[in-house]
């Protein structure tokens, strides 16, 4: 049965899973890359960046990367919110943007772009991004049906992974949680206390001082 | 020289060290005992609750009762805030309450209680209780020369040790997270943004669920 799965969401220990002030060329604001700097020395990252699927690129390939790595496993869609596809609001004054990725994004599969404001399907590579302005149960149906029998992966970013979680459609969430503390941005958890009796968690203390939580059914 | 030490705080993933609605009979609002669940099986809490510190009482030896006992190492007196040492609010109307431990408190030292409304000392068993209306850095002189040459805790509530982490007193603190989204109570990090850059941090995580932080200078 596919399952939707939250891999590699990077929080601060106060649970904010972005900074403040974000914009074109700060995307976590005032969080700089602090967020994600357990992820960036990894193997997995490396191999992401350009190198392929089957490259066995440079970088460490400890708990991190082993956390890192199972995003892309038995995925077949992936469901994100606007704000992960560009920084841009309301309706699109330029749709030469065609996201952060250049002309191979990293997805290999059909990506629904959660909007307001729908635009034509672009296909980059292996990757189509579809937009759409439906609720998390139309997505997930949507996703599903692409996914032929695959798992769909829900991107992020963290507004987008509240709002499935309120709406109670996920199965799997791999959280890291950085010993720093942001004081503002997009917090994680709000609006969703006593989420954790809907999972079992386990978590997992790293080397490089994030802490991994996954949460599953 | 004298170090001024949290231990075994415990906050929600979310960050609260405390619930809402905080009373005589909930003296942790709606987050009721589940921030404390890791500390209630552990040997420490045994031989706290009555046994005596020599008394090898029952309970768990793992990494959360290693972590339990280092409170009581070399600690010669404690600042805590009034919260912690009883429910009321605003000036005592009652000067019967002692605080919640009974006839032998478990502190063995000397208590600085930080109150705006002074009272009395009081002596119970090997414990005093000092009414101070004072600064953090007021507190920390009087407790550093009352701890004899050993080190000062710092007992919570939150609210108390987020005074001593903005006036930059706190050497080391000693946090425990529980995988629960509390939503909402007395949150630890609110106004310390960028806190960590002060301190080591180490993490490591409990089969238990939770992880314990070690904040270290």
Redesign the interface.
């Known amino acids: 049965m596919t399952k939707l799965r939250v891999h590699n969401l990077a929080v601060s220990?106060?649970?904010f899973a972005t900074g403040e002030g974000r914009t074109f060329e700060a995307p976590f604001g005032h969080a700089g890359q602090r967020l994600m700097g357990w992820f960036f020395p990894t193997r997995s990252f490396g191999s992401m960046s350009g190198h392929g699927d089957e490259a066995y690129g440079p970088g460490t390939t400890g708990v991190d990367d082993a956390f890192a790595a199972a995003t892309k496993v038995g995925i077949g869609a992936e469901i994100m919110g606007r704000g992960k596809f560009g920084p841009q609001t309301g309706p699109w004054e330029d749709e030469t943007w065609q996201g952060w990725w250049g002309d191979e994004p990293p997805f290999h599969s059909p990506v629904i772009v959660l909007t307001h404001y729908p635009r034509p399907d672009i296909v980059l590579g292996e990757t189509t991004f579809l937009f759409r302005n439906v609720s998390p149960q139309e997505a997930l149906a949507e996703a599903t049906e692409l996914a032929g029998g695959l798992d769909v992966r829900l991107g992020g970013g963290p507004t987008i992974v509240r709002e499935f979680l309120e709406a109670d459609l996920v199965d799997h969430m791999h959280i890291v949680?950085s010993?720093?503390?942001?004081?503002?941005g997009v917090?994680l958890?709000?609006?969703?206390?006593?989420?954790?009796e809907r999972f079992a968690?386990?978590?997992?203390?790293?080397p490089t001082?994030?802490?991994h939580?996954v949460f599953t059914r």
Do not use: C, H, K, N
């Open positions: 220990i106060d649970g949680v010993p720093i503390v942001l004081g503002r917090s958890w709000e609006g969703l206390e006593g989420v954790e968690v386990e978590a997992v203390a790293s001082g994030v802490v939580y």
